[in-house]
């Protein structure tokens, strides 16, 4: 079983900076890729970072400039960190881990709120 667990959101101002972290454990095979989505209330969850196992990483546009994707393979953690903060980036912030057989786990997701 796989286990996604995230940390780091919270409540700030707009203009301030989170760092999201994601620790995977479990019984997995190779990451093909891992990413952060996000979803706010009423709208559809979209994708907002990506790292293939090649070290690849796309951003949505809305946050390129502002949002660094980065991992750690040795801890199987990777890390958001969010800079510039706009209270549109206000969702609960999803990990999730793709691994080479094709399976995709999902993190229990941890609220950003950003105030303007």
């Known amino acids: 079983q796989v286990q996604l667990v995230e940390s780091g959101g919270g409540l700030v101002q707009a203009g301030a900076s989170l760092r999201l972290s994601c620790a995977a454990s479990?019984?997995?095979?190779?990451?093909?890729?891992m990413g952060w989505s996000r979803q706010a209330p009423g709208k559809q969850r979209e994708i907002v970072a990506a790292i293939t196992s090649g070290g690849t990483t796309n951003y949505a546009d809305s946050v390129k400039g502002r949002f660094t994707f980065t991992r750690d393979n040795a801890k199987n953690t990777v890390y958001l960190q969010m800079n510039s903060l706009k209270p549109e980036d206000t969702a609960v912030y999803y990990c999730?881990?793709?691994?080479?057989?094709?399976?995709?786990?999902w993190g229990q997701g941890t609220q950003v709120t950003v105030s303007s």
């Open positions: 999730n881990l793709a691994d080479t057989y094709g399976s995709v786990y």
């Open positions: 479990g019984s997995f095979s190779s990451i093909r890729a």
